[in-house]
């Protein structure tokens, strides 16, 4: 009786204790289911992506050549980078392919876009062609785009010289240094454009068509209304494409390795291909790694400069 007389006045303290600690239990519950299903994919994205990069911060200080012992380089592999005209020129080629690529794939992205969203005869045809590039073998239409851009017997040379063009000035594509990168352009930009038309496809069908009816009743023709409600209501939709252009560009590799492996020369040679050719080829891993870590801060940097425009629009 005395027990439950002193539980029974302490009722409202006890209650509010033992619901507070109710709550806590439930909380670390929750928050460990949480963490259950989060730690799988976690525990692989610390192994094999943010180990590593953590590894190559450090790598850049070191010389190593991967069998032997590491040695402290302190800021060598930094000043090796201004003495370095291979490292100059994939440089300047990363930036040359990203200003012009990028644009390109934006604009051409967008054309296709609204082309393909007018009700037209075979439009899920077309929509579904523009998109295969994007998800076929690389190596298979790396293959292919060598052959029609065959200086000697390609059809694109041939269609030119059926046009008139004097097969001395005929291009050399991949061949030629002075064409090489243009030949890379074009196949980053046919590759790539089909994804992004999806996703302005996707920004275009959520654009209000109220906004176009009252443009026309206001006596807009076409080009006025694309430029005046079709690309400011896209505006998310493009800052998005231009980011996501962006780093892709800077981070191209696999259509230089398979069409001019960095050549002729060093006419096509980017940051990722040095990069790789310095890790893999000569198998200077600390060097290789500075370059991978100006990459990373030159990326960065870009994006940040990026979103904050975006801010300010």
């Known amino acids: 009786m005395a027990n439950s007389t002193i539980a029974a006045g302490d009722t409202p303290i006890v209650t509010r204790r033992r619901k507070v600690v109710s709550r806590r239990r439930r909380r670390v519950q929750d928050a460990l289911v949480a963490y259950s299903f989060i730690a799988p994919n976690f525990l ?173 009743l206001d006596g807009a023709n076409a080009w006025q209304k694309f430029l005046y409600v079709t690309v400011p209501q896209l505006g998310p939709t493009t800052f998005f494409v231009t980011v996501m252009l962006t780093i892709q560009s800077f981070k191209v590799f696999d259509q230089i390795y398979m069409i001019t492996q960095g050549g002729p020369g060093t006419s096509t040679l980017v940051l990722v291909y040095h990069i790789y050719n310095e890790a893999f080829v000569s198998w200077d891993l600390g060097y290789s790694s500075m370059i991978a870590l100006v990459l990373f801060f030159l990326v960065l940097g870009i994006t940040v400069i990026q979103f904050r425009r975006q801010k300010e629009d």
């Open 44 to 216: 692989g994205f610390a192994v094999f992506t943010l180990g590593p990069i953590l590894f190559a911060f450090v790598l850049a200080f070191m010389h190593w050549d991967g069998s032997n012992a590491m040695t402290f380089a302190g800021l060598d592999n930094f000043w090796r980078l201004f003495e370095d005209k291979a490292f100059i020129a994939a440089f300047w080629n990363t930036i040359i392919y990203t200003v012009v690529s990028v644009p390109a794939t934006l604009a051409c992205a967008l054309g296709l876009a609204i082309l393909l969203n007018q009700k037209i005869l075979g439009r899920d045809f077309f929509r579904t062609a523009m998109f295969f590039p994007y998800v076929a073998s690389l190596v298979a239409v790396a293959v292919v785009w060598n052959m029609i851009f065959n200086p000697e017997m390609g059809p694109v040379n041939m269609l030119l010289y059926t046009l008139g063009l004097d097969p001395k000035d005929m291009p050399g594509w991949a061949a030629d240094r002075h064409w090489a990168m243009v030949t890379v352009i074009l196949f980053g930009v046919w590759k790539s454009m089909g994804y992004f038309m999806v996703i302005y496809l996707a920004g275009l069908q959520g654009i209000n068509s109220e906004l176009y009816e009252a443009a026309d």
